[in-house]
């Protein structure tokens, strides 16, 4: 017997076009998580630098709390600033009405190298959590219980 070594086009296309729909079939189902764009103040002055970040779903936590802390936490690229000082931590972070509430520990009143000043870095994590909830109407920011700048 003889073995035909040439494949049909149409076999060798009909392979292409299958491993092309498993593929995106693959790519669609994978959970990459929700994406975000976050928003971090560059060390040279007046400058920012975007940050984009797939957050996958925490049993414990809603996106908004994950992403405000995430946001606090800083950036993970070089050349940039921090919001607050290290070390602060998110002590509540809800929305109701449309309103965010977010209650920041007292660590945020020490300052230190490569930090934004407390207003402007509050400032910011309103910019950033507006721009990545557009249906914000209003963002409350406290300290340690206490309301931070009217």
């Known amino acids: 017997m003889k073995i035909k070594k040439n494949i049909p086009l149409f076999v060798t296309l009909g392979l292409i076009f299958c491993s092309l729909i498993i ?80 209650d920041l520990s007292a660590d945020i009143i020490n300052m230190g190298d490569n930090v934004l000043e407390i207003k402007d870095g509050i400032d910011l994590l309103k910019k950033n959590i507006i721009k990545n909830y557009p249906g914000t109407k209003e963002i409350r920011v406290f300290v340690d219980g206490k309301y931070a700048f009217e």
């Open 23 to 102: 593929s995106i079939i693959l790519f669609y189902h994978a959970n990459y998580g929700k994406k975000f764009v976050f928003i971090f103040p560059s060390v040279e002055e007046g400058n920012y630098v975007l940050e984009t970040r797939y957050l996958k779903n925490n049993p414990e936590k809603d996106y908004l709390n994950y992403f405000v802390d995430e946001l606090v936490l800083g950036s993970s690229l070089e050349r940039t600033k921090n919001l607050f000082t290290a070390g602060t931590k998110v002590l509540s972070c809800f929305e109701r009405n449309d309103v965010v509430y977010i």
